[in-house]
């Protein structure tokens, strides 16, 4: 959505240099890990392992751009995007927003660049206090950031409402009088409300019935051009994002394994774990169906509380290898593979002979992880989550 991106294509340098310093970015992500203690113990709680629910994220979101975060249920999408807000500890890393470190921020300061960022949940109805009108929903923002004061604040509503589709009326309203798709809408009217420079959306439309998905994707189009927003949109569902999206990153177990620009990233997928990703996608023409490639992820995401070593989708991988794989982590680069630009950045030791068909895909032999294995040390019977879908 945003033009901000510059074509490394028409770069003196190819981009490579450039891209980093030209680029206007809003949100400086830098190896941000998030790790959970896991608490045992009747007396004294000891730790007996974590959960490394982020583990290592290195991404930057420009101003006025729309970047979409995708992958599996439980791979750390959510405590990112909360910790982007501060609203999570980061273990590690550090998260430089519009020039200012927000570490180094604290009460006060703090507070009032909080409203430079919100967040948009999926469950609308949840996250909004189901006592409070949403006259009053709204005013409560406004107010905590002295936003708004008399006869300003009455306009003020009217205008939020405008902007989201819903009608005066709806100030004296409750969140259950409304249908999904409009209590979003005033999910997203209170995050507007205090006037923020980035929005992250958490799977902002998948609560919603597949025909008000479009409303509220165009809704959150039109706002960020009419307000100048910044979005990361974190989304499981890769249509969603691929139609929302200026860029795209795709994380796995913790970080990110491959991103770029969303039109090339569906064009090009180059990391085995995107490629399998995206040959889920069913395609309308039943040809391209019966031809395209399939790639089938086997067994389920491993648990967050033991991850693989080396590259954490080796455990899953078709193309794994015997060599690197299974022993060393791979960084997010760039690859000289024909028709990846500059700003494709991918995070396997191989991808430039997958690419090349030198390396071909194999059956993976399906692994079970043992979640007790390096989680504790105290020699102790370990409890811990055994699978994602146990945990939390
Ligand atoms: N407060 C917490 N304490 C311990 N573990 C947590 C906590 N919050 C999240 N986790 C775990 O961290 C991992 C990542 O969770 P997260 O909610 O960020 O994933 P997600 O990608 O948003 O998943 P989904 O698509 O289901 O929303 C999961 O294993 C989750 O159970
Ligand atoms: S580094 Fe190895 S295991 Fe990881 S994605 Fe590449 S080929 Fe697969
Ligand atoms: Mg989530």
């Given at each position: 959505?945003s033009e ?8 003196p ?23 959970f ?12 392992g ?24 439980g ?20 998260v430089?927003?519009?020039g ?8 006060e ?16 109805l ?76 958490d ?12 409303q ?13 927003l ?7 569902d890769?249509?969603?994002v691929r ?14 394994v ?27 023409d039943p040809?391209?169906?019966d031809?395209?490639?399939q ?25 794994r290898q ?10 997010l680069r ?14 396997c ?10 390396l ?5 032999e ?20 055994a ?6």
């Amino acid at each position: 959505m945003s033009e901000q991106t510059p074509d490394p294509a028409t770069e003196p340098d190819g981009g490579a240099t450039t891209a980093t310093a030209e680029r206007d970015v809003l949100v400086d992500v830098r190896g941000v890990k998030v790790h959970f203690p896991i608490k045992r113990g009747i007396i004294f709680d000891r730790t007996v392992g974590h959960v490394y629910a982020v583990d290592g994220m290195d991404l930057q979101i420009l101003r006025g751009e729309t970047y979409g975060l995708v992958g599996e249920s439980g791979c750390g999408k959510s405590t990112f995007g909360r910790a982007l807000l501060q609203l999570e500890e980061l273990t590690e890393g550090e998260v430089v927003f519009d020039g200012t470190d927000l570490a180094s921020l604290k009460g006060e300061a703090l507070r009032r660049r909080r409203h430079d960022m919100q967040m948009v949940f999926q469950d609308p109805l949840g996250s909004l206090d189901p006592r409070q009108t949403v006259e009053q929903l709204l005013l409560e923002g406004m107010k905590a950031h002295g936003l708004v004061k008399g006869q300003d604040a009455h306009e003020r509503l009217v205008g939020l409402l405008q902007a989201v589709g819903l009608p005066k009326t709806a100030l004296q309203k409750y969140p259950h009088e409304f249908s999904g798709g409009q209590r979003q809408r005033v999910g997203i009217a209170r995050a507007l409300s205090v006037d923020p420079k980035l929005i992250v959306a958490d799977e902002p439309v998948s609560a919603l019935d597949v025909s008000v998905q479009a409303q509220v994707v165009n809704l959150l189009e039109d706002l960020q051009e009419e307000f100048g927003l910044t979005y990361l949109v974190i989304a499981h569902d890769l249509a969603v994002v691929r139609h929302i999206s200026d860029r795209v990153g795709v994380m796995y177990l913790g970080s990110l394994v491959e991103e770029a620009d969303a039109d090339d990233l569906y064009a090009l997928p180059l990391h085995p774990y995107t490629r399998a990703l995206m040959s889920a996608v069913p395609v309308p023409d039943p040809v391209v169906e019966d031809s395209r490639e399939q790639i089938l992820l086997a067994g389920d995401l491993p648990s967050p509380a033991n991850p693989p070593s080396g590259c954490r989708f080796h455990t899953r991988c078709p193309w794994r290898q015997e060599t690197r794989c299974d022993t060393e982590r791979p960084e997010l680069r760039t690859l000289q593979v024909e028709g990846a630009t500059q700003s494709h950045r991918v995070a396997c030791h191989w991808a430039e002979q997958i690419a090349s068909g030198e390396l071909q895909p194999h059956a993976v032999e399906i692994q079970v992880t043992d979640p007790t294995e390096g989680a504790s040390d105290t020699g102790e019977e370990f409890f811990g989550p055994a699978s994602v879908s146990e945990v939390g």
